[in-house]
């Protein structure tokens, strides 16, 4: 196969699909060489089964706001690919959201989750519901009319959603609730990232941002280096950066800035305890205003306007928001003020050129399907949790999430490693991904 053979193919097929076209471009480059050494995947037309999705549902979701208005959004969920286990992933609730964005997501979803060491195929779905500015009455109404079309389409041993941005704990528990109503099935594995007491598993809110910093725990080592005493720059205060941050100041680093879509908050100092616990507080206000952090907290965060958090000198930069939050000009001025390392924690989080600058200018840099897996796996521990019907304590959890973190750590190194001995972390990650995919097609006959 050549890839600029099939992403023509592809661009003509799918005009417009950006996002899509960019996560497919980045995988075939990476399992170019590798898939060429198999004749057996090329004959059976590997790669263009898995670029397509195996089937999309858009539906209609028609709700009533607060102020009586009637309001119509678009909902999908995109069942990406099944070779491996039942369609797992998350759902986004964001006004950007479109079939390109959910494709990307789900064919990222893919490796990530053969990644993980679980039985888990892709898929992802949400809306264009835009949370900001919503209250709680208006977010449990559009969840209820959200699920009264996706409950046909889920199912413990089928398709099982999650979080994803603008989906957290408070929506997983109402998509739930109407779930529920709707089909009469109380497995509480039909859903992730539930509530401690029905079902979810414990860690499962941290884990995205915890096994982030596991991963980057062995990249360092990799590298001869720790976290002890690094600036950590971060972007976003949703749940996968809260965790981040976190476990960051746990394990000695100092995270120095967050931003957000309005700017930047400089924390000289490094974040604190309840500084960490407020990020909470502004993800659930929907206002969507990082400058709230130095409001409420004047004498150790300092806010400006229109800034992304990558201007702040740092050691380490984590992008935890939204894909291509990183441009190349992010990257050269991470790199002209002394950033050595960047952990892509979002889905797709840096552009690839800014991707390309870093690995040129030796700047260490991992992808987010490797970096940010903890949190889908920890989703595998939940489902494994409620189909035993027992719980698992926080250490069991933590104790498992780190070994699968420091398994896809090692799948990098073994895939990535290069000729001249450094690690491409892409790469590694593509290439582990898309074998363990390809084979399992394979060995599932033409269908
Ligand atoms: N949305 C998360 C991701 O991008 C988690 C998905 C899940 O837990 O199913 O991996």
Not at 18 to 45: G, I, M, T, W
Not at 237 to 260: D, H, P, Q, R, Y
Not at 350 to 355: G, L, N, R, S, V
Request: aromatic share 8%; glycine share 10%.
């Amino acid at each position: 196969m050549k890839t600029a053979t099939i992403m023509q193919q592809l661009a003509a097929k799918h005009p417009g699909e950006a996002e899509y076209l960019e996560a497919v471009q980045e995988v075939l480059e990476s399992v170019e060489d590798v898939y060429n050494q198999h004749p057996e995947f090329e004959k059976a037309r590997i790669i263009e089964r898995m670029v397509e999705p195996d089937r999309i549902f858009t539906f209609r979701i028609t709700w009533v706001n607060d102020q009586g208005e009637v309001c119509t959004n678009l909902g999908y969920r995109v069942q990406f690919n099944s070779a491996i286990g039942p369609y797992k992933g998350g759902l986004r609730f964001h006004k950007a959201v479109t079939p390109s964005m959910l494709k990307f997501l789900g064919f990222e979803q893919t490796f990530k989750n053969a990644l993980t060491t679980l039985p888990m195929g892709g898929a992802k779905g949400g809306s264009d519901f835009d949370p900001v500015g919503k209250s709680d009455a208006e977010i449990m109404r559009f969840c209820q009319a959200f699920m009264q079309e996706l409950w046909q389409c889920i199912g413990p041993d089928q398709d099982i959603p999650a979080g994803d941005v603008g989906v957290g704990g408070r929506e997983i528990g109402y998509l739930y609730g109407m779930y529920k109503k709707l089909a009469r099935q109380y497995n509480t594995g039909v859903l992730t990232g539930k509530g401690s007491t029905w079902g979810g598993s414990i860690l499962r809110p941290e884990a995205t941002g915890y096994g982030a910093l596991y991963f980057t725990e062995h990249l360092l080592a990799q590298h001869h280096k720790d976290l002890q005493g690094k600036r950590i720059a971060l972007s976003g205060f949703g749940n996968v950066a809260w965790g981040a941050a976190k476990k960051a100041t746990e394990l000695g680093a100092k995270v120095i800035a967050i931003s957000g879509p309005d700017g930047v908050c400089e924390i000289p100092d490094g974040i604190t305890q309840e500084m960490i616990d407020y990020m909470l507080v502004m993800r659930s206000s929907n206002r969507n205003r990082v400058e709230d952090m130095a409001t409420r907290f004047p004498e150790k965060a300092k806010f400006t306007a229109g800034q992304k958090a990558w201007t702040v000198p740092c050691d380490i930069a984590l992008p935890c928001a939204f894909q291509n939050e990183l441009a190349l000009e992010d990257a050269q001025q991470l790199h002209s003020n002394g950033c050595w390392c960047c952990c892509e924690v979002s889905n797709m989080g840096c552009q690839p050129d800014a991707i390309r600058y870093f690995q040129q200018n030796g700047i260490l840099f991992a992808p987010g399907k490797a970096v940010n897996a903890g949190g889908v796996a920890t989703s595998g521990l939940e489902m494994t949790q409620n189909a035993e019907h027992i719980s698992w304590d926080a250490e069991e959890v933590d104790r498992r999430l780190h070994s699968i973190m420091q398994s896809i750590h090692e799948q990098c190194v073994r895939f990535g490693k290069q000729q001249d001995g450094h690690i491409d972390y892409v790469k590694g990650a593509n290439i582990a991904g898309f074998m363990k995919v390809a084979q399992a097609m394979l060995e599932q006959g033409t269908i």
